[in-house]
């Protein structure tokens, strides 16, 4: 079945530095991913839909050029947190649409905790 | 905008009993689909079942099935036979279809933390 990556895992950083989450589609082409946030005990709140080779949509509220999102390639979008604050610190996960699939199934990663110092 | 609410923050259920999450949702929408997910402690979304709001016949896979009443805008996940495995998160979420911006974006409830009892 489809599978999306999710790296890294689990990062901590310091105050003030950017770090980089990278989705990949491992045995498929995805056209479309979504970045989710979710605190603990809380549900998924999506923070922007990202779609290969345009610039990635934000909900409303969530500050773009803080979340930089790049859909480089049908099978890569990163997620870069810049100049990252503890209250930055949250569970991130992507999900993947399949390019062309009428199942309209999204296959999500495994999530990336994020910890700033 | 779509809201998706689920009114039971936490239920368990004793081992190979039945339980039964509510799920309501409100939209506009004419096409769309609902999904429940699994988020168990490793927090990876694990799809459960998925129904096609076009579609009458209401959606079962296995131990899962939902009832699915769209006038009503209710969409109740049932676990038959409930194992220790099913212990997680639920989520019921909501898929607007083919209306441009938005499309394929999920829409989730706070969730349901169900237990099973050994």
């Known amino acids: 079945g489809a599978v999306v990556s999710q790296h890294p895992s689990r990062v901590i950083c310091k105050s003030g530095t950017s770090v980089k989450i990278e989705c990949r589609s491992l045995d498929f082409q995805a056209t479309t991913m979504f970045w989710y946030r979710q605190f603990p005990k809380q549900s998924l709140m999506l923070m922007a839909t990202s779609n290969e080779g345009s610039k990635a949509t934000y909900e409303q509220g969530v500050e773009k050029d803080k979340f930089l999102i790049n859909h480089a390639s049908l099978t890569l979008s990163t997620l870069t947190v810049t100049s990252a604050h503890p209250e930055d610190s949250s569970f991130y996960i992507c999900s993947a649409r399949e390019a062309g699939s009428g199942a309209n199934v999204l296959t999500f990663g495994a999530g990336s905790r994020l910890t700033v110092l | 905008a779509q809201t998706v609410t689920q009114s039971q923050p936490e239920m368990s259920v004793q081992e190979a009993e039945t339980v039964t999450l509510s799920c309501t949702y409100d939209t506009s929408e004419s096409n769309y689909y609902l999904f429940w997910y699994k988020q168990p402690p490793s927090r990876q979304m694990i799809l459960v079942i998925r129904?096609?709001?076009?579609?009458?016949q209401n959606a079962t896979e296995n131990r899962f099935s939902v009832n699915f009443q769209k006038a009503a805008k209710s969409f109740s996940l049932k676990i038959s036979d409930s194992q220790l495995g099913d212990t997680a998160m639920y989520f019921c979420?909501?898929?607007?279809?083919?209306?441009?911006?938005?499309?394929?974006?999920?829409?989730f409830g706070k969730g349901t933390k169900l237990s099973v009892i050994p």
């Open positions: 129904q096609e709001a076009y579609k009458q």
């Open positions: 979420a909501f898929m607007k279809l083919f209306s441009g911006a938005g499309s394929y974006q999920l829409t």
